[in-house]
């Protein structure tokens, strides 16, 4: 395990450093090119910076390229060329719109490196009962996992920061865990993920200077998905990213279709005189994560934001206790 | 707000539960001899109860969100 520290800090520096030192000239970039949108959660017409997907992918191509340089293993080209695709898929749809089909169809596409380098092991574990092995299925398993890990991720980008602080702490409990399940060159692989999601919230936290867009989004769940598959943790990983699975699911079992966030046409939120958010009352309006936490009585985006955080971090603690469980029973 | 602490439990114990009775259940679709059509049947019926599980888990939480959340969603 010790030969593998000095690769793990220089990677997670050099994720860190990458995203932090290239988005604000990117902010300026997209800035001076008229590349925003407004931030509807703002007072007057605030144009915030999007895409930041090209800064977070570049932390991820230039961390698991260091990793690569000390390790040459399939598992860094199988995850750097998911997260890759993940990011185009993200950045065709950000540059145009796309039909309602095209990101599930293509994400579908971009768990495709893992598949042909053969990255993964065909056995599904499952805490305290033991494990499956599916050799055929498996491979629906790794599509499936791909699909709704870069989905979740994007449709929990709805206020400032929320995104990159929930990959935060669903990156590095992900992280914990693989380390607790002695799974050491996964975990060592998925670290920069932590650092990516970090650097970036420096930028991202409210007030947002810039927003990942789907590009980045799909980056950061894509990379998630692949170390899930590659570390045969995805249970535990879909534990850690519950809350984004929360919203997903309500969303989807209220408008019962896939829908992209632009074709709504109830919001599931509105706004007070003063910019608070407030729950929509509107029947056909979709349910979502936030329109429930707004059932109590309006809120600011901040308090929306820590109130998500917190279940972020409330199951990132569920996913490490479940990787000591496992542990403790294999 | 507390709900949905108790909703993520609930998702999370659904899980577990989901696993044990995927270890069972698979546990006894073996072939139950040599050859390519046996395989393919083994597979397919796994597919099936794959499929199966993952309807009935979705399904559950559904009526548990129902029931959760009646309040909230104008129920």
């Not at chain 1, 007030?207 to 995805?234: C, H, K, N, T, W």
Request: charged letters at 10%; glycine letters at 10%; hydrophobic letters at 55%.
């Amino acid at each position: 395990m010790t030969e593998l520290i000095i690769p793990g800090i220089i990677a997670c520096a050099v994720a860190f450093l990458a995203v932090y030192a290239a988005t604000p000239p990117l902010i300026g970039y997209l800035q001076k090119r008229g590349i925003t949108v407004p931030d509807v959660n703002k007072p007057g017409k605030v144009m915030i910076a999007r895409p930041g997907g090209p800064s977070i992918i570049l932390g991820i191509m230039a961390s698991e390229a260091v990793l690569y340089l000390f390790f040459q293993s399939n598992e860094i080209l199988a995850l750097l060329a998911t997260s890759g695709l993940a990011f185009l898929v993200g950045y065709i749809d950000d540059a145009r719109i796309m039909g309602r089909w095209f990101k599930p169809l293509a994400l579908a596409g971009a768990a495709s490196p893992i598949l042909l380098l053969g990255a993964y092991d065909p056995v599904l574990a499952f805490p305290m009962f033991g494990q499956i092995e599916i050799p055929v299925l498996y491979g629906g398993v790794v599509i499936f996992m791909i699909l709704i890990t870069g989905n979740t991720v994007n449709s929990i980008d709805v206020l400032n920061g929320v995104a990159s602080s929930v990959m935060v702490v669903a990156g590095f409990a992900l992280s914990a865990s693989l380390f607790i399940l002695q799974n050491y060159e996964a975990a060592l692989i998925s670290l920069p993920l932590g650092f990516v999601a970090l650097a970036f919230y420096k930028y991202h936290r409210a007030p947002s200077r810039i927003f990942p867009g789907d590009s980045g989004a799909l980056a950061l769940g894509g990379m998630y998905g692949a170390i899930a598959v590659i570390g045969q943790a995805e249970v535990i990983a879909a534990i850690a990213l519950l809350p984004a699975i929360l919203n997903s699911f309500l969303f989807l079992s209220s408008v019962k279709r896939i829908i992209e966030h632009r074709q709504i046409r109830h919001k599931p939120v509105h706004h007070t005189q003063d910019m608070k958010l407030r729950a929509s009352t509107e029947r056909d309006a979709p349910v979502t994560l936030i329109r429930i936490i707004l059932a109590g009585g309006p809120l600011s985006e901040s308090q929306v934001g820590a109130a998500i955080l917190r279940m972020a971090i409330f199951s990132g603690g569920l996913a490490i206790l479940t990787a000591g469980i496992m542990a403790v029973f294999s | 707000m507390k709900l949905l602490y108790v909703f993520l439990l609930i998702m999370y114990a659904m899980i577990l539960l989901g696993g044990a009775i995927a270890v069972m259940v698979f546990g006894r679709i073996a072939p139950p001899g040599h050859g390519d059509l046996l395989e393919i049947i083994t597979h397919v019926a796994r597919a099936a109860v794959a499929i199966s599980l993952i309807v009935g888990w979705v399904y559950a939480l559904s009526k548990v969100k129902n029931l959760l959340f009646k309040r909230q969603l104008g129920g």
